[in-house]
């Protein structure tokens, strides 16, 4: 018998996610986060980059101002009224202290009890690989949490004025081949086409199919991959780990 996934936990109330470029929630957990913002819970977006160097014929200056009014109307249709850019330079964000420090000012800012990021590993499922600024982004996430717990790593921050914050609970990390949890992807579906949707600059250049076909057929993909091991019901899926 398939191992069965186990529902998201639900006892929080803020959650932060922390990815490398516009886009990167957008592709796979934008319905998992339309619920849980429509139940009342708080998330904010982190981004490492402005996304500027994703788009082969478009200058990076033209770009990231683009990519970053497609990032904002998208979180914006799932709930999220928070979005954050911490201008790493996109396609070389480098895995490190300086990327750890912001990610864990961000978390002693927002005090989440819930961290979400991206597959920090090699490839998606074996199949394909992963970007370096994706490997970099979720490992310094998964790093910060407990870099923001401590008074001792990054001791400038409370001197400007953030303490150290131990309450994350959970990171949970999106794309992940050896996903342990899941969240119902139906409620939230319509919604996260449109969220994916507003990155319509960044679409048009990926792909020749009609944006709104390529998105749907993609998110309807990746939800039903993970429908037989939620009780046949099509999911967002995530690697959990309990703090």
Not at 76 to 96: M, P, R
């Amino acid at each position: 018998m398939t191992e069965q996934l186990t529902p998201m936990p639900e006892d929080w109330q803020r959650a932060l996610a922390v990815v490398a470029h516009p886009d990167d929630l957008e592709y796979g957990c934008a319905g998992a986060v339309a619920g849980w913002t429509d139940g009342g819970r708080e998330v904010v977006y982190l981004l490492a980059s402005r996304g500027e160097a994703g788009i082969d014929t478009l200058e990076p200056e033209k770009c990231a101002p683009l990519r970053e009014q497609e990032q904002l109307a998208s979180a914006a249709v799932v709930g999220v009224g928070t979005v954050e850019f911490l201008d790493h330079a996109d396609g070389v964000i480098e895995y490190g202290t300086a990327l750890r420090r912001d990610i864990a000012a961000a978390i002693r800012r927002h005090k989440p009890e819930l961290v979400i990021t991206l597959n920090h590993r090699e490839s998606f499922g074996g199949r394909f690989l992963n970007s370096a600024d994706h490997r970099a982004v979720g490992q310094a996430a998964i790093d910060a949490v407990a870099d923001a717990g401590n008074r001792w790593i990054f001791p400038e921050l409370v001197k400007e004025g953030l303490a150290p914050w131990n309450g994350v609970r959970w990171i949970a990390i999106a794309g992940s081949e050896r996903a342990t949890h899941a969240v119902d992807a139906g409620p939230g579906f319509e919604r996260s086409v449109r969220s994916l949707l507003e990155h319509r600059a960044y679409i048009e250049a990926l792909t020749d199919e009609d944006p709104e076909a390529y998105v749907r057929g993609f998110l309807t993909m990746t939800s039903e991959m993970n429908a037989e091991r939620f009780g046949g019901k099509p999911a967002v899926a995530f690697e959990v780990f309990a703090l």
